[in-house]
């Protein structure tokens, strides 16, 4: 019963992005009005290209040779991507950066006394991970960029262990290659989010949970991952809640298993507590910052995604009148009249999420403007860029739901691939209310690439079945 429930909600969930991005013509809308008709010669080609290097990828049968491969290839592309483009921070990242450099500098007042900081102190976290670096290493943007090249290069191999495990070899394969050459990934690289580190580190926990490593120590390596993500970027509850869910559903009648479990699962919550305690310890002896590592404003994000003027993004408006309450309290009472409000029309809040859902699922991956800041190169190629990460995104999605629709007929009881289904739905779910941007989706996409994996090996098998037969 618990496996169909998260199977149909996934279901559910991937037939509606697949129906916004099709059916609705949001993706398609773009997709088919080009510049020149030498932009889609350069994007048939580069489509080819990419199949081409997938396939020859998948034939080599030795297991390190091929992780080799995949590393090397994924970080080449990307550092020649980083080199070749010259991002420059923007928004928050700019505000992170610049807190990096003033710290490094022993400029502690220059926290201290940033509304940005002192809001949003969680983002001392990812900061502190650029203090250490621009410490060590100078204060170079390469530099940072460098580690962010060695870090995104690092997910298609978690995410091809991680369908390795699920028994999946060559549906593994077939999936990191895909995640290796997929465009938004590539071309994230060169800003300076904290989403790359804290994805890594979520996903290198999830994998050591369905892995068979040392028990002893596993839970350490589980709650190190994830509360060290955590600090990085705040989207560790999903996951925490997820694991519960899976761990319950798992052993739904087994009370052994799940007391045998739970304990496990609560040695994760000491870790991930502790290493969040010691973080927010260290920046305040430091004398950093005068708060420990929190969102000081929790409901603002609530507050944009309930907007149903702005559909959810980021309002200027809500900004501007929210500034103008002078105390914590008052603003926090603001806030709670604000998203009372909203949620008192059902009729408008339905409207509002499914246009939540088509800006955050459908529209084109604004990680693409954050990388190419310089006015030259983004008309050079972003449009190119966008058409074939559309295309890209589309096939993923499709086989996605697909690979769920076949896991329903297959009827196999509750697996590790539900782990990542109920994170999938969660994150799905919580956009609904929370602000969204379409490069929120960064942290999904490696679900999407692994659910597909036992699907592939499924057609690998048949095939040659039919080939044997024939």
Same mark, same amino acid.
């Given at each position: 019963?618990?496996?169909n429930?998260v199977l ?9 992005i ?10 398609l ?5 080009f510049n020149?008709?030498?932009?889609i010669?350069?994007?048939i080609?580069?489509?080819v290209?990419?199949?081409i290097?997938?396939?020859w ?7 390190k +040779?091929?992780?080799i491969v995949?590393?090397?290839t994924?970080?080449i ?7 070749s483009i +010259?991002t420059?921070?923007i ?5 992170? #950066?610049?807190?990096?450099?003033n ?5 502690y007042?220059?926290?201290?006394n940033s509304?940005?900081?002192k809001t949003w102190?969680y983002?001392l976290g990812?900061t502190?991970?650029?203090? @250490?670096?621009?410490k060590?290493f100078?204060?170079?943007?390469l ?5 962010n ?7 298609p ?8 495990k699920?028994?999946?070899n060559?549906?593994?394969?077939v999936v990191?290659?895909?995640y290796?050459?997929y465009?938004s990934s ?7 989010t904290n *989403?790359h ?12 949970l369905?892995?068979n ?12 991952s994830i509360g060290? @993500?955590?600090?990085v ?6 996951v925490i ?5 899976f761990?319950?559903?798992?052993n ?7 007391g045998?479990?739970l304990?496990?699962?609560l040695g994760?919550?000491?870790v991930?507590?502790l290493?969040? *305690?010691?973080a927010s310890f260290?920046?305040? +002896?430091?004398?950093i910052s /005068?708060? $420990?590592?929190i969102?000081?404003?929790?409901l603002?994000?609530?507050?944009c995604g309930? /907007?149903p003027?702005?559909?959810g993004?980021?309002?200027e408006?809500?900004d ?8 914590r309290e008052?603003?926090?009472k603001?806030?709670?009249?604000l998203i009372k409000?909203r949620?008192s /029309?059902? +009729?408008a809040?339905?409207?509002t999420?499914? #246009?939540?859902?088509a800006? !955050? ?5 604004t990680s !693409?403007?954050l990388?190419?800041t310089?006015e030259? *190169? ?8 966008i058409?074939i990460?559309?295309i890209?995104? !589309?096939?993923? !999605? ?7 629709i076949?896991?329903i007929?297959?009827?196999d009881?509750?697996k590790n691939t539900?782990?990542y289904?109920?994170?999938f739905i ?5 956009h609904?209310?929370i602000?969204?941007? $379409?490069?929120y ?5 490696p679900?999407i690439?692994?659910?597909?994996a036992e699907f592939?090996?499924m057609?690998f ?6 080939a044997?037969?024939g």
């Amino acid at each position: 019963m618990s496996s169909n429930v998260v199977l149909y909600l996934a279901s559910i969930f991937a037939a509606s992005i697949v129906f916004i991005n099709l059916v609705l013509g949001i993706s398609l809308n773009s997709l088919f009005s080009f510049n020149k008709y030498s932009d889609i010669l350069v994007i048939i080609l580069a489509i080819v290209a990419i199949g081409i290097l997938i396939w020859w990828g998948c034939k080599i049968e030795d297991n390190k +040779k091929f992780l080799i491969v995949l590393f090397s290839t994924s970080f080449i592309i990307r550092l020649v991507w980083v080199l070749s483009i +010259k991002t420059e921070p923007i928004s928050d990242f700019a505000f992170m #950066y610049e807190g990096a450099q003033n710290i490094a500098g022993g400029n502690y007042d220059y926290i201290l006394n940033s509304g940005y900081f002192k809001t949003w102190v969680y983002q001392l976290g990812f900061t502190m991970y650029l203090v @250490g670096i621009i410490k060590f290493f100078g204060d170079s943007l390469l530099i940072i960029k460098v580690f962010n090249v060695l870090i995104v290069s690092l997910i298609p191999v978690i995410i091809y262990l991680t369908g390795k495990k699920m028994g999946s070899n060559k549906g593994a394969k077939v999936v990191s290659l895909g995640y290796c050459f997929y465009i938004s990934s590539i071309v994230s690289t060169s800003v300076l989010t904290n *989403q790359h580190l804290a994805t890594l580190l979520f996903y290198t926990g999830i994998y050591l949970l369905i892995s068979n490593v040392n028990k002893k120590y596993k839970w350490i390596l589980i709650g190190l991952s994830i509360g060290i @993500g955590d600090i990085v970027r705040p989207e560790g509850s999903i996951v925490i809640i997820a694991i519960i869910l899976f761990i319950i559903f798992k052993n739904l009648l087994d009370y052994k298993e799940i007391g045998k479990s739970l304990a496990e699962f609560l040695g994760i919550i000491m870790v991930i507590i502790l290493v969040s *305690q010691a973080a927010s310890f260290a920046v305040m +002896k430091e004398g950093i910052s /005068n708060d $420990p590592l929190i969102n000081k404003d929790p409901l603002w994000k609530f507050v944009c995604g309930l /907007n149903p003027d702005t559909k959810g993004s980021y309002s200027e408006d809500d900004d501007i009148y929210l500034s103008g309450y002078g105390t914590r309290e008052g603003r926090t009472k603001a806030e709670l009249g604000l998203i009372k409000d909203r949620l008192s /029309n059902p +009729k408008a809040l339905v409207k509002t999420m499914s #246009y939540k859902t088509a800006i !955050m699922w459908g529209a084109n991956d604004t990680s !693409m403007n954050l990388s190419l800041t310089d006015e030259v *190169q983004n008309n050079k190629y972003l449009d190119i860029l966008i058409k074939i990460e559309k295309i890209q995104y !589309m096939i993923l !999605m499709i086989m996605f739901l697909g690979s769920i629709i076949i896991t329903i007929r297959r009827k196999d009881g509750f697996k590790n691939t539900h782990l990542y289904l109920i994170i999938f739905i969660g994150y799905f779910l919580a956009h609904l209310l929370i602000e969204v941007q $379409p490069r929120y989706r960064y942290f999904a996409i490696p679900i999407i690439f692994i659910i597909q994996a036992e699907f592939l090996e499924m057609l690998f098998k048949d095939r040659g079945r039919k080939a044997i037969s024939g």
